[in-house]
């Protein structure tokens, strides 16, 4: 079974720093994704991890421990546009796990 | 630049009614998929294809069914439309490899009275 945790909603303000936390336990794992969607629209990719560590993407990083079962994702200098839902996302082969999803706002 | 492209964005149906979805990619990928997309839930697969001519189950098959005729189109068949599939359906595709994103459409919008 497939089962995937992130916190529901999360706010904060313009030029601050959040952080997304992804809990897993699953099947299998290939990699984690995770994905960013405005509201009405299509997800789209932000970052992959496969080994243990940090992958830095301008103002955006993701973390990834195994071991742990664990991955965050690290949003800096946040701007209005940055307020959607952050998916956190598990490879098994070509498939994807989802989580629910973390509704993130940017307060002014 | 099109990439995925879902239709229609928006449907009603009634209970009972049938319709199919269509989904195109561009990008000569090799996988494709379909999701549903309900509140607190995330996305759920439906079924996915993993070439032309091939389908299989996903986490959430019944009542629906797929086809692959074409490399580049992944239909969505709902038989007999029901309330419990009210939801937002997405499509993606990919080149399967580990390493290499799914790119989603759209979405179809689809509520059943």
């Known amino acids: 079974g497939q089962n995937i945790d992130q916190p529901t909603e999360m706010t904060a303000t313009e030029g601050a720093i959040v952080q997304i936390n992804c809990t897993y336990q699953t099947s299998g794992f290939n990699g984690l994704f995770w994905y960013q969607q405005h509201a009405g629209e299509a997800p789209t990719f932000l970052s992959y991890n496969v080994l243990d560590g940090l992958e830095e993407k301008g103002r955006f990083s993701s973390f990834l421990s195994r071991s742990k079962g664990y991955s965050y994702l690290l949003l800096k200098e946040l701007q209005m546009k940055d307020s959607a839902s952050y998916l956190c996302a598990v490879s098994n082969d070509y498939k994807l796990s989802f989580g629910a999803g973390t509704t993130v706002t940017v307060r002014a | 630049n099109a990439g995925v492209t879902q239709t229609p964005k928006f449907r009603v149906l009634k209970t009972g009614q049938s319709m199919t979805l269509l989904c195109a990619q561009d990008?000569?990928?090799?996988?494709m998929y379909w999701y549903r997309q309900d509140p607190g839930m995330g996305l759920r697969l439906i079924h996915y294809?993993?070439?032309?001519?091939?389908?299989a189950k996903g986490e959430v098959p019944d009542g629906y069914n797929v086809s692959r005729l074409k490399k580049q189109n992944f239909l969505l068949g709902l038989e007999s439309a029901a309330p419990s599939q009210t939801s937002v359906y997405f499509c993606a595709s990919s080149t399967g490899q580990g390493n290499q994103p799914q790119h989603f459409g759209d979405g179809t919008r689809l509520s059943i009275l």
């Open positions: 294809s993993v070439g032309e001519g091939t389908t």
């Open positions: 990008m000569n990928h090799e996988y």
